[in-house]
């Protein structure tokens, strides 16, 4: 009764029962058994459909790409790392939040795409970027400050845009940084 579900579920239950082989058998003959009843239904929790797939493999891609790049980050890349002072972590982040806001007032996505953390861009595809951010409606940006914590930063903007009627309005945002791989990116939170 115990085993019901496993052997509905299992190819091997099928075989099990056509050639009358016991589960209780000999020690040899059960471990056999209990291996190949295992895998078989643990089979079955690996089938999935297509998208749960390919968005298991964007979030492994993502976290290997994270994982090696704090490896290659501590091996000394000779760009930012942990070890860079607090001033040189905010001038880089500083720069690369003013370059990247430069890219998408001039409607540079692809520009601005490369500003992305490597996690991001493995889980977010560059058209999809493009579809999500509309051309043409910001005027400018302006980096009033960063705050750096060891491998993170909080960047504070003043964004200057056009929406509908409404000309010239002038918004605070704040953005997350993180340093990796002896660089500084953007972080898409949504």
Request: glycine share 12%; proline share 2%; hydrophobic share 45%.
């Amino acid at each position: 009764m115990e085993f019901e579900m496993a052997r509905l579920y299992s190819g091997f239950g099928a075989r099990r029962s056509a050639h009358g082989v016991g589960f209780w058998g000999r020690a040899s003959e059960w471990a056999g058994d209990a291996n190949r009843m295992f895998l078989d239904v643990l089979g079955h929790f690996g089938d999935a459909t297509v998208a749960k797939r390919r968005q298991s493999r964007k979030y492994l891609a993502a976290v290997s790409i994270v994982l090696l790049g704090g490896c290659a980050a501590g091996l000394g890349t000779g760009g930012l790392g942990s070890d860079a002072s607090a001033q040189a972590k905010r001038e880089a982040v500083a720069a690369r939040a003013q370059a990247r806001w430069d890219a998408l007032i001039k409607a540079d996505l692809d520009g601005a795409y490369a500003f992305l953390s490597p996690a991001s861009r493995a889980t977010m595809p560059l058209d999809l970027y493009k579809a999500k951010h509309r051309v043409g409606m910001y005027r400018t940006a302006r980096v009033d400050g960063v705050d750096c914590e060891v491998d993170t930063c909080t960047v504070k903007l003043s964004l200057t845009y056009d929406y509908k009627r409404f000309k010239g309005i002038t918004t605070p945002l704040v953005e997350k940084w993180i340093i990796t791989q002896g660089q500084a990116w953007f972080v898409d939170q949504g």
